[in-house]
């Protein structure tokens, strides 16, 4: 197929081969961006860090790692070590640890799995120093979204000025601790776009297996994962409509990276800030907002471009480059994102060119060593708790925080019958089915058969040696329980006051110590 990427239009239709044979030894990558609901120990109220960063330093030191601090406006944020990056999401009531990809196959699950627990094991330590703890929610079920709380708890980043003031999102709908556990998995660059088609098709299923945020400001929601309905709350009010489009599910499968890419830059859409450096840092760096609102796309064709500095209002102009490309890959919000570095940057009008071939960008891409993961974005946050433990023993508990990626890696691992299964059900009403698994999860017929076949087909593409990985959403598909269902058991038998109903989350809802359910491998972090 070959697109007019200025209009959209399709020239001419050819099916590009996305056959597995040329990867049938590919090995992939595993990782994982736990997104943690930080609570009072004593209260269950939301809690901003303040000691944590402190804390954790000490504790990564004493394990004989290598430490770097970053800050903002004088506060910390992140401490990074060789194997994880541990910061915040959009607030200091809601941490975020991005763990270092692991080698996948035979042993990747275990080897991610036990990278993860220790890093939740120095989490839940440094939280101590600020007398906290982490909840398995993911949504804080009792927190404010008032403006002084947004205030006072929302990191300052630089680029959420921009989306507040100039893109009028409503970005405080999310600082109650809206949290995800974020499953990533590499991919071949001729496998990407089907992959990202499964993932964004098939995420039903982890709304509804994952789901665990049926509260919102002390109230139910009637929601099973309310987290889910954020982004239409966010972009809804936005000034530019191309924001919410974004974070809409597509009318059709993507075809190939040029086609995505299209539907993610091209018309009627507007870029976000751009930066003035090479950078890949695009929550933090000073960015140009450009002139007349372009797509990315006409500014990517224009020689130079007029605009705004977000950090002191100076007039600029921006050249066009292709870090540009690939520095506003985060711009849309679909269940699952394509993700990409590449070892070294192509001219623009290489990028610009490829783009303009069927199959062009993946050539590009290949070309110049790009490394491509799927993001996925719609498994709540996650964490093994006395209610699970009691109710399902400790090796179900133990699989609880990996279990996303084990889906994901499955899926990914057995495309082919991944993607028949799509054909099979049909995109639109893959699609349909979204708000079904927001609201009813499993208690859904639809809903349940479809996590039936995709845990079938994430289970033929493990290594055997893997497969107890899924225990989780298996027991959850069987029981047609999430742990959405096991939270509101709780809040609803706690009574009627918030301070009740809070003790009893913080009694069998708060994340436990990996040693609870007796973590036991002896394979070592290999990376």
């Known amino acids: 197929m070959d697109w007019d990427i200025r209009t959209g239009t399709k020239v001419t239709t050819r099916p590009i081969d996305s056959s597995s044979r040329d990867v049938q030894s590919y090995q992939p990558r595993l990782g994982l961006e736990m997104e943690m609901v930080v609570a009072d120990a004593r209260s ?48 200091f009531n809601l941490l975020e640890t991005a763990l270092v990809p692991v080698q996948g196959g035979v042993g990747g699950l275990d080897r991610l799995a036990q990278l993860a627990h220790q890093e939740l094991t120095d989490t ?83 709304i509804a297996l994952f789901a665990n945020s049926p509260l919102e400001s002390g109230v139910r929601t009637g929601y099973k994962e309310n987290r889910m309905t954020l982004w239409s709350r966010v972009f809804g009010p936005s000034r530019f409509p191309g924001d919410l489009f974004l974070s809409t599910y597509p009318d059709r499968a993507f075809h190939d990276l040029a086609d995505f890419f299209n539907w993610m830059f091209g018309p009627g859409t507007v870029t976000r800030g751009l930066p003035m450096s090479l950078s890949y840092d695009y929550k933090s760096v000073p960015v140009v907002i450009l002139d007349a609102d372009p797509s990315l796309l006409e500014f990517l064709h224009a020689r130079q471009w007029t605009g705004r500095r977000t950090d002191n209002g100076l007039a600029v102009t921006l050249q066009p480059q292709a870090q540009h490309f690939v520095y506003s890959q985060i711009g849309q919000f679909l269940d ?30 290949a070309a110049y060593g790009a490394q491509l993961y799927i993001e996925a974005r719609a498994p709540g946050a996650g964490f093994a708790d006395q209610a699970l433990l009691d109710a399902a023993g400790p090796d179900i508990a133990r699989s609880m925080l990996v279990s996303p990626t084990a889906l994901q890696a499955g899926l990914l691992g057995n495309l082919d019958q991944a993607w028949q299964l799509v054909n099979d059900v049909g995109w639109k009403q893959l699609g349909e089915l979204r708000l079904v698994a927001m609201r009813a999860g499993l208690e859904d017929d639809r809903v349940c058969a ?13 290594p055997p040696q893997d ?25 609803t038998a706690a009574g009627r006051s918030e301070q009740a109903r809070l003790a009893a989350v913080l009694d069998r809802h708060c994340a436990l110590h990996p040693q609870q359910f007796s973590w036991r491998s002896s394979l070592s972090a290999t990376f």
């Open 44 to 91: 269950g109220a939301s809690l901003p860090v303040k000691k944590y960063f402190d804390a954790l330093l000490e504790i990564k030191r004493a394990r004989g790692l290598t430490c770097s601090q970053a800050f903002l406006d004088g506060r910390c944020v992140a401490v990074h070590t060789p194997l994880a990056e541990c910061g915040l999401d959009n607030g």
């Open 124 to 206: 839940l330590q440094a939280l101590q120093a600020d007398g906290a703890c982490i909840l398995n929610v993911a949504q804080h079920p009792a927190c404010a979204r008032s403006r002084s709380w947004y205030e006072d708890t929302c990191v300052p980043r630089p680029i959420y000025r921009e989306l507040r003031e100039h893109r009028g999102w409503h970005h405080w709908e999310g600082i109650d601790a809206k949290a995800q556990n974020g499953a990533n998995t590499s991919v071949p660059v001729g496998q990407a776009v089907r992959a990202l088609n499964v993932a964004v098709a098939l995420a039903p299923t982890s």
């Open 336 to 365: 699952a994102r394509l993700r990409y570095r590449m070892d070294q940057l192509p001219a623009l009008q290489d990028v610009l060119h490829a783009w303009r071939q069927d199959g062009g960008l993946e050539a590009l891409f």
């Open 450 to 462: 479809l996590c039936a076949d995709v845990l079938a087909v994430a289970r033929a593409g493990l």
């Open 467 to 491: 497969v107890h990985w899924l225990a989780y959403p298996e027991f959850v598909q069987d029981e047609r329980r999430c742990a959405a269902d096991r939270l509101l058991d709780t809040w």
